[in-house]
Every structure is written in C-alpha cells, then in structure tokens.
C-alpha cells in the first residue's frame, strides 16, 4: 500500500487474470472490454508490414505462376536457344550414328569387292548371257549387296572427277573438250556416305 492509497483512505486493488477458476476449475469468460494482449501482438508481429519487402511462400508461388503463364522475353529467347542447341545436338549424333553404321557395314562388304570385280570381267567376256546358274547367282550377289545399300559408279563417257575416278592412264583426244572417262577398268563402290574405293579410269585429255 502506497502513502497515496493510505492518504485517501482507498483500498488496493487486485485483478484476477486467471484464465482458471481456482475453486471451479472452470474457464474463465474475459470480460467486457478485455482483449488479450498478448495474441494481438503476437499476430501483429506474425502479419507483413504494409508496403514491407518480405516476400512469403504465397508471393514466390504467384510470381512463378505467372512468369510459368506469361513468360518474359528473356526466358523466351533462352527456351528458343536451349531447343535448337537440343535440335542440333540430337541431329548431330543421328548423322554419326549413320556413319558409324554405314562404315560397320562397308567393312563387311569391302571383302565381296574382288568377288564383284570377277563377276563384271565374266559379264564383259559374255560369261553372264541366259539364265544359267553362274548368272543367276551372280544376280542374287549383286542384289544382296545393294540391299545393304553398295552403289557402284564410273561409267564411260562422264566427266572425269578426282574425287570418285583415279586415272591410271591418260590419252590426249580432239573429241573431247573435258577430261573424260574413256574406260573402266575397275568399279568404283560407296556405300552411303563413305567411300570405299575409287573407280580405276582411263582419261581422254583435250588436245593442246
């Protein structure tokens, strides 16, 4: 008790805060005009500041959904340039695939090359006329290498070109204004893309 109190003659004054009745053990209702205090600044607290910097779960959700629904033309250009490099990359390694593919199979095909270069010396000689056997077989061998994709080039009569025909001989001609093969001595194959031999030619010369 203060000298005020005991000055005025008032009693003190005691407020029970207890949330428990102690003789009832019943919750006790706050009465009118009370609130509590602590909650309220606790949810002060727990509230974002108006016009506050903090970003929340709920803030960086909605900033991804709409960047996801209308992206910015920054991603925009980085989508398009990470696709193509994709493209590129997947296109890339198809094409070496098939290379790899076709030179697996020219390996294996290169050893019938003698056999083939027999069988166009027997044609030249008329060995391959009518349906005998030897030409029926040689037939179905033609066939079956170019199911696995051997072509044969250097024929008489084209421009001679030193990336598929090697010239074993040359001979100056007035018929010709090009070189120009005169003759085939041996077929040149490919297989695809991979060369596996070039065509061995006779060359006609334009006359100086």
């Given at each position: 008790?203060?000298?005020?109190?005991?000055?005025?003659?008032?009693?003190?004054?005691?407020?029970?805060?207890?949330?428990?009745?102690?003789?009832?053990?019943?919750?006790?209702?706050?009465?009118?005009?009370?609130?509590?205090?602590?909650?309220?600044?606790?949810?002060?607290?727990?509230?974002?500041?108006?016009?506050?910097?903090?970003?929340?779960?709920?803030?960086?959700?909605?900033?991804?959904?709409?960047?996801?629904?209308?992206?910015?033309?920054?991603?925009?250009?980085?989508?398009?340039?990470?696709?193509?490099?994709?493209?590129?990359?997947?296109?890339?390694?198809?094409?070496?695939?098939?290379?790899?593919?076709?030179?697996?199979?020219?390996?294996?095909?290169?050893?019938?090359?003698?056999?083939?270069?027999?069988?166009?010396?027997?044609?030249?000689?008329?060995?391959?006329?009518?349906?005998?056997?030897?030409?029926?077989?040689?037939?179905?061998?033609?066939?079956?290498?170019?199911?696995?994709?051997?072509?044969?080039?250097?024929?008489?009569?084209?421009?001679?070109?030193?990336?598929?025909?090697?010239?074993?001989?040359?001979?100056?001609?007035?018929?010709?204004?090009?070189?120009?093969?005169?003759?085939?001595?041996?077929?040149?194959?490919?297989?695809?893309?991979?060369?596996?031999r070039p065509a061995k030619v006779v060359v006609k010369t334009p006359q100086a």
């Amino acid at each position: 008790m203060t000298d005020e109190q005991n000055q005025n003659g008032e009693e003190p004054v005691i407020r029970d805060k207890r949330k428990i009745d102690p003789e009832t053990g019943a919750v006790r209702e706050p009465a009118a005009g009370e609130t509590d205090a602590p909650a309220e600044a606790s949810a002060e607290a727990s509230a974002p500041a108006e016009g506050g910097d903090d970003l929340f779960v709920e803030d960086i959700l909605n900033a991804a959904n709409a960047e996801a629904q209308e992206p910015s033309d920054e991603h925009l250009a980085d989508l398009k340039r990470v696709t193509a490099e994709y493209a590129n990359y997947r296109k890339r390694t198809e094409q070496n695939r098939e290379l790899e593919r076709e030179r697996a199979v020219g390996q294996a095909v290169a050893v019938l090359l003698p056999v083939l270069d027999d069988l166009d010396r027997a044609e030249k000689h008329g060995d391959l006329e009518g349906d005998s056997a030897f030409a029926t077989i040689a037939a179905k061998l033609r066939g079956a290498t170019e199911k696995l994709g051997l072509s044969r080039f250097g024929e008489v009569g084209e421009p001679f070109d030193p990336q598929l025909h090697e010239a074993i001989f040359q001979q100056p001609s007035a018929d010709v204004e090009v070189d120009t093969v005169a003759d085939v001595v041996e077929t040149g194959y490919q297989l695809g893309s991979v060369q596996l031999r070039p065509a061995k030619v006779v060359v006609k010369t334009p006359q100086a």
